[in-house]
């Protein structure tokens, strides 16, 4: 069994029925850049407070209010919106989020990845993100696939990209494996390979209260045992 291998389970909409007794937090697929209809804000409650979880992460994901996929990428559609209205609406939501929360359960926003689609510009932009975490005193959970598929893209430094977030805000991580593909750094939810464990390692040490540490790989049951063990060493030092 995978709970033998790890400390706290982060769970989504489709594994909320896994039991476990240990600590338990939520990445939810609502957008934190646009707003919340009153049905999706109940059921968040609902869910939230039946399953007692620390901390509900949230995305901020695209420009744009009903971007679609192709080829694993946002492409822009509906309307766009533009940086203030990106900070009027997540303001809003997480307002909102802490009237029907129950206290002491955290916020964070996870950065999304950066593709050369016109849809990511503003939601990826390290100022953006830093400011929303100012203004709403919310946490950072730091996806490190994201970091460095954005700084591939951009044509960025990953090390020095990595800390031009505030790194006091990092509660959480995300790391697993990307991928090359055509010219663009994709998402892939591989094994995470060398570069991802020292990013990890330098992150670790850079950042301040960091709770959770989240593989993103699905690959193989038993190659993840091993991986979430790596990951303990790794923290342990």
Not at 50 to 62: G, K, R, W
Request: proline content about 3%.
């Amino acid at each position: 069994m995978i709970n033998e291998f790890a400390d706290c389970y982060e769970c989504r909409h489709f594994s909320l029925n896994f039991f476990t007794d240990k600590p338990k937090i939520f990445h939810s697929e609502l957008r934190l850049e646009k707003p919340f209809h009153p049905a999706e804000l109940r059921s968040l409650k609902k869910i939230v407070s039946q399953n007692n979880f620390e901390s509900v992460s949230f995305h901020l994901a695209a420009d744009y209010t009903n971007p679609i996929i192709c080829s694993d990428m946002f492409q822009p559609q509906g309307i766009k919106y533009n940086r203030d209205e990106i900070f009027s609406n997540v303001r809003i939501n997480v307002r909102s989020l802490r009237e029907s929360l129950p206290d002491g359960v955290v916020v964070s926003l996870e950065n999304n990845n950066y593709y050369p689609t016109g849809a990511y510009d503003t939601v990826t932009n390290t100022e953006t993100i830093n400011q929303i975490l100012c203004d709403n005193n919310i946490m950072l959970l730091l996806d490190l696939a994201h970091l460095r598929i954005t700084a591939f893209n951009r044509g960025y430094d990953l090390f020095s990209y990595a800390e031009t977030f505030l790194l006091d805000k990092v509660i959480q991580f995300h790391i697993s494996g990307c991928r090359l593909e055509n010219g663009v750094m994709m998402d892939a939810h591989d094994e995470p390979d060398e570069i991802d464990w020292k990013l990890m390692v330098h992150l670790l040490n850079k950042c301040g209260d960091t709770r959770y540490v989240t593989l993103e790989y699905y690959r193989d049951i038993e190659r993840l045992k091993v991986l979430n063990r790596k990951v303990s060493l790794l923290i342990k030092g």
